[in-house]
């Protein structure tokens, strides 16, 4: 949340901003966490965004800090990790999310979805939508998933560089000792 909001702060024109929260138990944190940010038109959402099209899916809960994900992990970070609860909650595809919300020029695109950023990413096609700049995490444990519906691998990561080369340059960043990555639109 710290990171997303320093991009947000930093951004100098007055844009709509769409936060999506899967978990919540985390959305009146982010309300607050936002509330001194006035020159933006700030919109929150709770919602699950995913890769797939199935109409409902669980959140895992593991412990009481709000660490959550679609995803029940089989390695965590950190180490405390409590009985995975589930819950349903809404979920979209990015895609439908984007049409509903009738969003085609993105100024930045911030995912951190706990493992699935790529997954989200490869489900929507970039070459449609003028997004200046993306920043996503990688999950680098592959196998990761229990339930085996997200997992990603190196591969996944490489092809995904691949195909968006031309378009944009793409440079591994670390935030929060988390590998991620900054993606830069191209300007022709």
């Known amino acids: ?30 309300k ?11 919109y929150i959402d709770n919602i699950a965004i995913t890769d797939t099209e199935d109409k409902e899916i669980e959140l895992y809960l593991f412990d009481s800090h709000g660490h959550s994900s679609l995803m029940n992990r089989r390695t965590l970070s950190y180490k405390s990790v ?5 819950c349903k909650l809404e979920k979209y595809l990015l895609e439908k999310y984007l049409l509903d ?3 085609i020029d ?19 096609d970039l070459n449609k939508y003028n997004i ?23 591969n996944d990561l490489n092809d995904f560089i691949e195909k968006y080369k031309n378009t944009y340059n793409i440079e591994q960043i ?14 022709f």
């Open 1 to 30: 949340m710290i990171i997303s909001k320093k991009i947000v702060s930093s951004i100098n024109s007055d844009i709509n901003i769409f936060l999506i929260e899967a978990n919540s138990f985390l959305l009146d944190e982010l």
């Open 32 to 42: 607050r966490n936002y509330s001194d940010i006035t020159d933006k038109n700030i």
């Open 82 to 86: 409590l009985k995975c609860n589930s």
């Open 101 to 103: 919300k009738n969003i």
């Open 106 to 124: 993105i100024e930045v695109l911030y995912l951190d979805c706990e493992g699935l950023d790529l997954k989200i990413l490869n489900s929507l």
């Open 132 to 154: 200046q700049q993306i920043f996503f995490e990688y999950w680098p444990h592959e196998n990761d998933d229990i339930n085996k519906k997200f997992n990603t691998t190196n």
């Open 174 to 187: 670390v935030i929060e000792d988390m590998v991620s990555y900054k993606m830069t639109k191209i300007l």
